[in-house]
């Protein structure tokens, strides 16, 4: 990962995204995209990268990326992971409440103060706590719940 962010470095956060060994593209054209393309697979093949071109998708409109819908809309969480976060029961452990905080965590910069909401959850998780599961633990799970299921789109910034 460090040797793609080191590769594409000069590109990162004006067209491209690494992780790992994926690369997203992003363009506001058509005609920007197959420049950005351009770029990106000549880099590769300065390198001595290749990519496996079954593994390949190109031009689409809308990609699945981290957990992420990423269109020209904006940003928005995967149906996948709102289903999961819809269907999830009540945690009965810490562990529960660990696995809970941590996928909804991860979309914290979907809900607006996500840090207070998920307090008396994050309290249980103490070392010293003793697991009550209380009207408050419960009023914070399913207010999260319930936000993580109508998120918004987030909209990506204009460079202008």
Avoid at 33 to 50: A, D, G, S, T
Avoid at 108 to 137: H, M, P, Y
Wanted: charged share 30%; with cysteine; hydrophobic share 40%.
């Amino acid at each position: 990962m460090e040797y793609m962010n080191q590769i594409f470095h000069s590109f990162l956060d004006r067209f491209v995204l690494v992780f790992i060994d994926d690369i997203l593209i992003y363009s506001k054209s058509e005609e920007e995209h197959e420049e950005h393309l351009r770029i990106v697979l000549q880099v590769l093949k300065e390198k001595k990268l290749y990519a496996k071109l079954s593994k390949c998708e190109f031009w689409l409109k809308e990609v699945n990326f981290l957990g992420h819908i990423i269109s020209r809309g904006g940003i928005a969480v995967d149906p996948a992971k709102v289903d999961a976060v819809s269907h999830w029961g009540t945690p009965e452990s810490v562990s529960e409440i660990r696995s809970f905080l941590g996928l909804a965590g991860y979309y914290r910069r979907f809900i607006e103060g996500f840090s207070k909401l998920a307090l008396s959850l994050t309290q249980l998780t103490r070392k010293d706590q003793a697991f009550v599961w209380n009207e408050d633990c419960e009023k914070s799970f399913q207010e999260l719940k319930k936000r993580l299921t109508i998120a918004p789109v987030l909209i990506l910034p204009d460079a202008k």
